[in-house]
T-cell receptor, first 112, second 113 residues
Framework: DVKVTQSSRYLVKRTGEKVFLECVQD?????MFWYRQDPGLGLRLIYF???????EKGDIPEGYSVSREKKERFSLILESASTNQTSMYLC???????????FGDGTRLSIL | GDSVTQMEGPVTLSEEAFLTINCTYT??????LFWYVQYPGEGLQLLLK?????DKGSNKGFEATYRKETTSFHLEKGSVQVSDSAVYFC????????????FGQGTELSVKP
């Protein structure tokens, strides 16, 4: 079974802090994705990556950046956290672009 | 742009009732369509999928048929159980846009004994 692991289930940070959310997958998947989930809005794509050191902007990249130095790890970075970034963040991976995405359990991030 | 619209929740049903969750989409070309389910405290799991018109996806008693003429992919189950209580997301993957998924807003289902 594919395992997508997000480093924290719950995280509380302060406005202006630099925040790192980590995601690791164990199935040698090429593609990795970061979404945020908000009530009434579903999931929205922040960034995705097709390969090591490659990244593409999703629908809502503002205020975020990503890093993919190794194939199995995809990090989401909030450069200067703001209260409107309080949300549930979900990481996903897929073997190829036309294969189903497998999701982690999510990180619930609160920015105070 | 491409979009997915789901019926609003929450939906509350009694055990063994019939379930329908409506999903319609807007997309150019020929998208693939998905239903994902999110149980409390967990991430999303793929429930079923359909990749072309008239395909029927099915899993765990759930079904959905890809209807191009009505741009719909409604989720149905003949007899729901308490364990089906979850949030259900309809999603599309647009043709020729890589692996990007576009999700509906989610529909919360609560099944009472």
């Amino acid at each position: 079974d594919v395992k997508v692991t997000q480093s924290s289930r719950y995280l509380v940070k302060r406005t202006g802090e630099k925040v790192f959310l980590e995601c690791v997958q164990d199935m040698d998947h090429e593609n990795m994705f970061w979404y945020r989930q908000d009530p009434g809005l579903g999931l929205r794509l922040i960034y995705f990556s097709y390969d090591v050191k490659m990244k593409e902007k999703g629908d809502i990249p503002e205020g975020y950046s990503v890093s993919r130095e190794k194939k199995e790890r995809f990090s989401l970075i909030l450069e200067s956290a703001s209260t409107n970034q309080t949300s549930m963040y979900l990481c996903a991976s897929s073997l190829q672009v036309n294969q189903p995405q497998h999701f982690g359990d999510g990180t619930r991030l609160s920015i105070l | 742009g491409d979009s997915v619209t789901q019926m609003e929740g929450p939906v509350t049903l009694s055990e063994e009732a019939f379930l329908t969750i409506n999903c319609t989409y807007t997309a150019t070309g020929y998208p693939s369509l998905f239903w994902y389910v999110q149980y409390p405290g967990e991430g999303l799991q793929l429930l079923l999928k359909a990749t072309k018109a008239d395909d029927k996806g099915s899993n765990k008693g759930f079904e959905a048929t890809y209807r191009k003429e009505t741009t719909s992919f409604h989720l149905e189950k003949g007899s729901v159980q308490v364990s089906d209580s979850a949030v259900y997301f309809c999603a599309l993957r647009a043709y020729n846009q890589g692996g990007k998924l576009i999700f509906g807003q989610g529909t919360e289902l609560s099944v009472k004994p």
